[in-house]
């Protein structure tokens, strides 16, 4: 059992470190570089666009693996369900759950609602419209990032607990 929880946990740190990791990546290296490669906004963003949509596939991929390994590794902090609300490591957990919930929902809320928009304003050349859009689709595109910092942080709590 141990060779198996410890297989488990490698797993889901290493999806961890591909979603997270790459979420900044996208934002600390991707993003500024697109600057430099060309002054074109419209091209920038085909570009970021394209590049964000290939990670998509891992994104959702190592999303699927965090949620069903981070199921599996929450048992190991709880005897029962009532400890999510007695134990102080059952309630760095939920708070981890609640945290790990908002962030999926602003990162898919934000990519499938802003993304399409900037990608087809883009193209249609309203680049105008299209920055008004991006400012707030970075907005949440960098309280999920902080969020991610939250839930590393629970996660490094609950391995005191």
Same mark, same amino acid.
């Given at each position: ?6 297989? !488990? #946990?490698? $797993? ?9 990791? &790459? *979420? =900044? ?39 699927? !693996? #965090?949620? $069903? ?9 709880? &005897? *029962? =369900? ?80």
């Amino acid at each position: 059992m141990i060779l198996l929880d410890a297989i !488990i #946990l490698a $797993v889901h740190i290493f999806f961890a470190i591909l979603f997270i990791g &790459g *979420s =900044f990546f996208i934002w600390l290296v991707v993003w500024p570089a697109s600057y430099e490669i060309t002054d074109d906004e419209k091209e920038r963003t085909r570009i970021v666009g394209r590049i964000a949509k290939r990670f998509a596939l891992f994104t959702h991929i190592s999303l699927g !693996i #965090l949620i $069903v390994t981070g199921i599996y590794n929450a048992t190991w902090y709880l &005897g *029962s =369900f009532s400890a999510l609300f007695d134990t102080t490591g059952g309630k760095l957990l939920l708070a981890k759950i609640i945290v790990v919930g908002v962030d999926i929902l602003i990162i898919y809320t934000n990519n499938l609602y802003h993304g399409k928009k900037i990608t087809k304003l883009a193209r249609e050349g309203k680049l105008e419209e299209m920055r008004k859009i991006r400012r707030v689709t970075h907005l949440f595109s960098f309280l999920s990032l902080a969020l991610l910092i939250v839930i590393v942080a629970l996660a490094t709590l609950l391995q005191f607990f």
